[in-house]
C-alpha cells in the first residue's frame, strides 16, 4: 500500500528539507548529529524528563549567556532537519511493513520532537498562544503516533494490521503537517522578532546584530527568504539605507537584500518601496565607500538575474538604468579589486540581457575599451568568473555594427582567442562549467564579429581557426561540453567563409560543408586518437 502522507513530507516547503547539512562529509554530519542523537537516546530511557540538578531558571540564563540568536537557531533547523528526515524513512518503512523498525523511529520521533520544544522554549522563554496550541497538537498527535505502532507490533493478524496500516499513516500525514506548521511558525516569529530589533533599535550595535542574524537566516535556503520578505524585510533593510547614521551598515545591509531578493517576494517588495532609486542613488554618491558600491553591485546583479523569470516587471529599473549602468562602469574602472570587478561586471553583464538598450549605453561610454583593458590586469580579472562576465557583455554588445571597431582598437580578438583556451586548473566542477561558458561565449562573439571582414581578418591571423578546429575534434578540450561545440562550429563556419584557404580539406568537408546537425553529430561521435 502507498503512503498517501509521503507526498506532503516530500514537498515539505520548510528549509530543512534543503540545508547544507546534506552536502557535508557523512562523518562530519555524524559528528555534527551525535549530541543530538545522544540526547534524544537519554530522553527515550528517562521518557522525556530532562536530567537537572539546578534550577531551570539558572539553566536558562546558562543557555542564554552560551549561545546567540543565531545559534540557536542553527540547533533548531538542526532538529527540524532529522525529524524531517525520520519521518520519510518512517514512511518508507511503514510501506514495506517493518513494524518493528517503524516503532523505534517513531519513539526516536518523539523524542526529537519534546527536545527541540524544550530547547526553543528555554530560549524564547515566551511563545505566543498560537504556538503553544501547535506544540500541544504536534506533542499529542505523536504520542498517538507511538501509541499506534505499539499496538501493532502486538499484533501478528494481517488483517487487522491492513485495517490498522491506514490509521497509521493518517497520523503519520498529521504528525508531519503538524510539525511542517511548527516550523514555519518558529521562523516566521523569529524573522519578526529581528525585524523589530532592526526597526526599533536605536543602537548601531544591536542593529548590526540582527542584521547579521537576518542575513544568517537568509543563507539557509529560498523559503526562509520568503519568509523574511512577506513579514516586510525588505522594507526595514531600505530604511537602514536610507538613514545616515546607519551608513557604516549600508554594505552588511545591502548583502542581506541581495540574498531575501533570491525570491519574487523579496522583488516584489523592492519594487513598492522604491529600491532601484535608492541603489541608483548610493551607486551615484561618490561619497559612498567601494565596499558600498560593490554590495549595490551585488543586489543589482541579483534582482536582473537571467534566471529569474519573475524579474521583467521591474519598470522602474528601465528609468534609473543609464545612471546605474555609467556607475558600474565607473565602478569597474576604478576598481582595483577582483571582488569588486566582479560583482560590477555580473551586475552589467545581467543588464545587458535585461534590456537591449543597454549595450547602447555601455558603447557611449567606451565600455568595451575599460573591460579589455581590466582582462589584461591578472589583480583584477583574474577568474575564470570574472572573465565569464566580460565575455557575456562582450557577447551581447557585439550585436552592435560599431562593436567592431571597438574590439579590433582595444585587441580584443587576441583576448577572444585567449579564451577559447580557457581550463580549469583545480578541477571544481563550479570553475570546470565556468570555463565553457567562457570558450561557448567566446566563440559565440567571434561569430557575430566575423562579419566585419577586418575582424575575420584578424582572427586568421591569430591562428583562430586552427583552435576552433581542435576544439570541435577534440572533446576534452572543451570539458565534452556540446554547447561550446555548437558555437565552435558556427564560429568556423564564419571564418570559413571569410577565409576558406585556412583549412584543410578534411575539415572543410566534415565541419563546414554538411548541415550544421551533422557537423555536430559527427564530433560528439568522435573518439580521440591517443596514439
Not at 185 to 213: C, N, P
Not at 515 to 524: E, G, H, M, P
Amino acid at each position: 500500500m502507498a503512503f498517501k502522507g509521503e507526498d506532503y513530507l516530500d514537498s515539505l516547503s520548510f528549509p530543512v528539507q534543503r540545508m547544507h547539512l546534506i552536502q557535508v562529509d557523512s562523518v562530519q554530519r555524524w559528528m555534527e548529529d551525535l549530541k543530538l542523537m545522544t540526547d534524544c537516546e537519554c530522553m527515550c530511557i528517562l521518557q522525556s524528563k530532562p536530567i537537572s540538578i539546578e534550577k531551570d531558571e539558572q539553566n536558562e540564563l546558562i543557555l542564554s549567556s552560551q549561545y546567540s540568536t543565531c545559534d540557536h537557531l542553527q540547533l533548531l533547523l538542526k532538529r527540524a532537519w532529522i525529524i524531517s528526515t525520520e519521518l520519510t524513512r518512517i514512511a518508507h518503512k511503514l510501506e514495506k511493513n517493518r513494524w518493528q523498525r517503524v516503532h523505534s523511529m517513531t519513539v526516536r520521533v518523539n523524542c526529537h520532537v519534546h527536545s527541540m520544544i524544550n530547547e526553543y522554549n528555554t530560549f524564547t522563554r515566551s511563545s505566543s498562544e498560537e504556538m503553544h496550541q501547535l506544540e500541544k497538537l504536534l506533542i499529542d498527535k505523536c504520542s498517538e503516533f507511538t501509541a499506534f505502532t505499539e499496538r501493532c507490533l502486538q499484533t501478528e493478524d494481517e488483517e487487522i494490521l491492513k485495517s490498522m496500516k491506514s490509521c497509521v499513516n493518517e497520523t503519520l500525514t498529521s504528525v508531519a503537517q503538524y510539525f511542517g506548521q511548527l516550523i514555519e511558525l518558529v521562523l516566521t516569529q523569529e524573522a519578526q522578532k529581528l525585524l523589530r530589533q532592526i526597526e526599533l533599535s536605536g543602537s548601531l550595535y544591536v542593529t548590526e546584530s540582527a542584521i547579521s542574524s537576518l542575513f544568517s537566516l537568509a543563507q539557509e535556503g529560498a523559503h526562509l527568504c520568503r519568509i523574511i520578505a512577506k513579514e516586510g524585510g525588505v522594507v526595514v533593510l531600505f530604511k537602514i539605507c536610507r538613514q545616515d547614521c546607519f551608513r557604516c551598515l549600508y554594505p552588511q545591509t545591502l548583502r542581506t537584500l541581495a540574498s531575501i531578493c533570491c525570491v519574487e517576494e523579496g522583488i516584489h517588495q523592492l519594487e513598492k518601496v522604491d529600491g532601484i532609486l535608492c541603489l541608483a542613488d548610493i551607486l551615484t554618491d561618490t561619497s559612498h565607500s567601494e565596499a558600498t558600491h560593490a554590495e549595490a553591485a551585488a543586489v543589482i546583479a541579483q534582482i536582473t538575474s537571467p534566471h529569474l523569470t519573475f524579474t521583467q516587471h521591474l519598470s522602474s529599473f528601465l528609468e534609473n538604468m543609464e545612471e546605474i549602468v555609467t556607475a558600474l562602469v565607473k565602478l569597474c574602472q576604478e576598481t582595483s579589486s577582483g571582488e569588486v570587478f566582479l560583482l560590477a561586471s555580473a551586475a552589467l553583464a545581467n543588464i545587458t540581457f535585461f534590456d537591449t538598450m543597454a549595450c547602447e549605453i555601455l558603447l557611449q561610454l567606451n565600455a568595451m575599451k575599460i573591460l579589455l583593458a581590466a582582462c589584461s590586469d591578472k589583480r583584477i580579472v583574474d577568474t575564470p568568473y570574472s572573465r565569464d562576465q566580460v565575455v557575456t557583455i562582450l557577447a551581447n554588445m557585439s550585436v552592435l555594427d560599431q562593436c567592431a571597431s571597438e574590439i579590433i582598437q582595444g585587441n580584443g580578438v587576441q583576448l577572444l582567442m585567449e579564451m577559447l583556451f580557457e581550463k580549469s586548473s583545480s578541477g571544481n566542477p563550479a570553475e570546470a562549467a565556468a570555463c565553457e561558458r567562457v570558450q561557448q561565449k567566446s566563440a559565440v562573439t567571434l561569430a557575430r564579429l566575423s562579419r566585419d571582414p577586418e575582424v575575420a581578418e584578424a582572427a586568421v591571423k591569430l591562428s583562430c581557426i586552427p583552435r576552433l578546429i581542435k576544439l570541435c575534434r577534440s572533446p576534452t578540450e572543451r570539458n565534452n561540453s556540446d554547447s561550446v561545440l555548437v558555437a565552435c562550429l558556427a564560429a568556423l563556419r564564419r571564418l570559413a567563409v571569410m577565409s576558406p584557404d585556412g583549412l584543410e580539406d578534411s575539415d572543410f568537408q566534415q565541419l563546414v560543408k554538411p548541415r550544421l546537425v551533422d557537423s555536430f553529430l559527427l564530433c560528439t561521435n568522435m573518439e580521440e586518437s591517443f596514439v
